[in-house]
């Protein structure tokens, strides 16, 4: 076991420990356990939006996508960055005028009914759950690939881990954590991708060359051209779909702007975000095609099967053990904040929705929701490590986007038609949720990814649904389901409607305005 490794590791364990310390003396109320009282700037969220965003699936698994199949692993950069314009022009700023605390209080905003808060809540649920999976993964493999620890004990290690800083700190632990790691993750994606371009004697045109040599009998097409997976157009369309449509859905992200003080920081904090995420999934080329050009097909593979190692292994050529040692310890970290996140967004959908809303009708002190929230916590991070234990072999990029068709399909019409359709009802947000969740769930469950008769899933069968990914089946049954329940649903008074569409535009209610 080396000495650097374990230094750097427990240099960055024990920073992210120290924030959650000092965080913890600042977590008093719902409000800061949820959403650091609100007090954070726009370029600190933004920085904390592009920590929660530029997680294992963004460093560990596009970099091995990429390296494994050329520009068929890019397409999850292309998707990833430009889902924010989405987040931008239509999500944020009615998101924080209309929210408190989660999602589901966005949609509340318009609809009292208790089923409706409860649907979205369990929809968030769902998301967390299929994109901790994808970090949960990331940690295993590489734990299991500096310590030797076998992956079961890996996975458990994080878990307990990330399920601390929820606890004890919070939102604001976890945005501080989040920060750190982005300033971290963006410092040694630009040195590996710099070292990488002095291989190449900083010739963009020579690798895109040294690129197109790249041969393999796995390959069904050139591996700079699409299509060396093998994949149908179709495919890569529907992945583009949910990439593209799933951000403006996760909840963990959508949480991220009630932690600013109104919808102008919000806007703020997501054009800091763009622009940090935008340099970064344009460096993953650079992280791609360098493992590519510098390691071989079957060491990425051998070190694990997804490629989900091919960047800390492009460190250890590049730079030894000691860039090897800080480009893991930035992994790891990165895992820990991202997971702290979605773990405290599963246990605020659950806590302050399903308890304090649905069950006690919101007649529930802080005490009791913080406690809710705390307990919620351990059982989403319980669930989650069992999960993680069968999804090994699996890469973290494409897990993630699982999470991301779930999120397009269940949580995006009725953000959609909540904010911009007056005869939304609340059939219609019901129909809405339930139809895009259960149709992504039911065709993931039937796809080659669940059922394989290579027996490399989690059923080894043939599958009953050829795509990969069902996004672009799933998010327009998610909008169809959604219209139709509303057509099938009684009409309702337009003046929830105006009092949203005034409220999303000023963060004004129409009932504070005196006449």
Not at 257 to 264: E, I, P, R, Y
Request: glycine share 8%; proline share 3%.
């Amino acid at each position: 076991m080396n000495i650097t490794v374990i230094v750097m590791f427990l240099f960055f364990v024990s920073l992210t420990l120290l924030i959650t310390f000092f965080a913890s003396k600042r977590t008093n109320s719902a409000s800061d356990f949820y959403t650091a009282g609100g007090g954070l700037t726009g370029w600190q969220n933004g920085l904390a939006i592009a920590g929660d965003y530029l997680s294992a699936a963004s460093f560990l698994g596009i970099a091995g996508a990429i390296a494994l199949w050329g520009f068929d692993g890019f397409f999850y950069s292309i998707g990833y960055l430009t889902a924010y314009l989405v987040v931008l022009y239509i999500v944020a700023e009615p998101l924080r005028n209309l929210g408190k605390y989660t999602l589901a209080d966005m949609i509340a905003a318009r609809f009292e009914l208790k089923k409706v808060r409860a649907a979205a809540a369990v929809s968030s649920i769902t998301i967390v759950i299929f994109y901790m999976l994808a970090q949960l993964v990331g940690a295993g493999a590489l734990i299991q690939l500096l310590f030797g620890i076998p992956y079961t004990v890996a996975v458990i290690i994080v878990g307990i881990m990330m399920t601390i800083y929820v606890l004890f700190g919070g939102m604001t632990a976890t945005s501080w954590v989040q920060m750190v790691k982005a300033v971290l993750l963006m410092i040694g994606t630009v040195i590996i991708s710099v070292m990488v371009l002095a291989h190449f004697n900083f010739s963009i045109s020579e690798m895109f060359g040294a690129m197109k040599n790249i041969k393999s009998a796995d390959f069904k097409g050139e591996f700079i051209n699409p299509g060396s997976k093998g994949s149908s157009p179709l495919d890569n369309i529907s992945l583009i779909i949910a990439l593209l449509f799933g951000t403006a859905g996760l909840p963990h992200i959508l949480m991220r702007f009630f932690t600013v003080k109104d919808a102008k920081t919000a806007r703020s904090s997501v054009m800091w975000a763009t622009w940090i995420i935008g340099i970064f999934y344009i460096l993953t080329i650079f992280l791609g095609f360098g493992a590519a050009a510098l390691l071989t097909r079957e060491e990425i593979i051998a070190a694990n099967p997804a490629g989900n190692m091919a960047a800390p292994l492009l460190a250890d050529k590049l730079g030894g053990d000691f860039l090897m040692s800080f480009v893991c310890a930035v992994a790891f970290a990165t895992i820990l904040a991202v997971v702290a996140g979605l773990v405290l967004s599963g246990a605020s959908a659950f806590a302050h929705d399903i308890y304090g809303e649905v069950i006690k009708k919101g007649k529930v002190t802080e005490r009791e929701q913080m406690k809710a929230a705390k307990l919620a916590s351990l059982a989403v991070a319980v669930l989650s490590i069992i999960l993680a234990l069968f999804a090994q072999n699996m890469n973290v990029a494409f897990l993630v986007s699982l999470a991301f068709c779930v999120a397009a399909s269940a949580n995006l019409p009725v953000i959609f038609f909540t904010i911009f359709w007056k005869q939304f009802n609340t059939q219609g947000a019901l129909t809405g949720i339930a139809v895009g969740l259960v149709t992504s769930l039911i065709l993931v469950i039937l796809s080659p990814n669940v059922m394989n008769p290579a027996g490399t899933a989690f059923i080894t069968a043939n599958p009953l649904f050829p795509l990969s990914n069902p996004a672009i089946i799933s998010v327009p049954a998610g909008f169809l389901g959604a219209f139709l329940g509303t057509f099938l649903g009684k009409q309702e008074s337009l003046e929830k409607y105006r009092e949203v569409q005034v409220k999303s535009i000023t963060g004004i209610s129409t009932s504070d305005v005196t006449h």
